[in-house]
C-alpha cells in the first residue's frame, strides 16, 4: 500500500518527516562497542591525552540524570577543549598524545569517563576565559543536542573573572557548570553531573 501514502499535501507541498529524537540509536555508528559491535581500529573515544600529552592529566566523570532524577543510561556525550596552554588542535590527529576531542557513551549505570588533560586558559575578546571543557550531550528525546561547559572549582579565581560564565545570571545557576574535585584513582578526578531537566537542571548554552 505504499502508493497510499502521499508524500504531498494537496497543494503539492512535500509533508515533512516525523521528526526524530539523537538517541539511543547514535551508541550504533559512534559507539560500536557499547552497541555490541567490534570497534574500529582509530575509534574516537574517551582518552583525549595518552602518555607525551604536556600538562596536568585528569579524569572527567559525571552521570546524566534524566527530570526523574534517573540515570539515563543511552546518553553520548562529545567533549572538546584546549590543551594545557589555552590552545585548541586545529587538526584532529587520534594518535597525537593531545588530540582535544573526545567521546564517551554512558554505560548501564549512566556514567560518562574521560581522560585528559587540564585545559589553560583561552582568550575571549581580550579577555580570559576560566579553564573549562566544552560538552555536547545526545540523548534520546532531544532532538537537538544540548551543549555545556565543565569548568573547574579548583578555578575560583580563574571563573570568578570568565566572561562566559558569569554571563549566566545566577550565581545559583552557575554552580551547575563547575566540576568538583574528587580522590581520583591516581591522578585528580572532577565530577561533572549532567540534568536534563528539574530543579538541579545544568546550564545549557546556545551558541
Not at 585545559?119 to 544540548?146: C, E, S, T
Not at 573573572?161 to 551547575?176: F, G, M
Request: aromatic share 12%.
Amino acid at each position: 500500500m505504499y502508493s497510499q501514502y502521499k508524500l504531498q499535501d494537496d497543494s503539492g507541498l512535500l509533508r515533512e518527516t516525523a521528526s526524530q529524537t539523537s538517541g539511543p540509536f547514535v551508541h550504533i555508528g559512534l559507539a560500536l562497542e557499547i552497541a555490541g559491535f567490534e570497534s574500529r581500529s582509530d575509534e574516537i573515544w574517551q582518552d583525549l591525552a595518552k602518555e607525551g600529552a604536556e600538562g596536568e592529566h585528569i579524569e572527567l566523570v559525571g552521570h546524566v540524570y534524566d527530570g526523574n532524577g534517573e540515570a539515563v543510561h543511552d546518553a553520548l556525550i562529545e567533549i572538546w577543549q584546549a590543551d594545557s596552554h589555552g590552545n585548541y588542535i586545529s587538526n584532529f590527529d587520534n594518535k597525537e598524545p593531545f588530540s582535544g576531542f573526545g567521546r564517551s557513551a554512558c554505560a548501564l549505570d549512566g556514567d560518562f569517563h574521560f581522560h585528559t588533560v587540564k585545559p589553560g586558559q583561552v582568550d575571549f575578546y581580550g579577555k580570559p576565559m576560566a579553564p573549562h571543557v566544552n560538552i555536547a550531550i545526545f540523548a534520546r528525546g532531544i532532538n537537538l543536542h544540548l551543549q555545556t561547559r565543565a569548568y573547574f572549582d579548583d578555578e575560583q579565581e580563574a571563573n570568578e573573572q570568565c566572561p562566559i560564565l558569569n554571563s549566566v545570571p545566577s550565581a545559583e545557576r552557575r554552580k551547575t557548570l563547575i566540576a568538583k574535585k574528587e580522590q581520583g584513582d591516581g591522578k585528580p578526578r572532577y565530577r561533572f553531573d549532567i540534568y536534563l531537566q528539574g530543579d538541579e537542571e545544568t546550564v545549557f548554552f546556545d551558541f
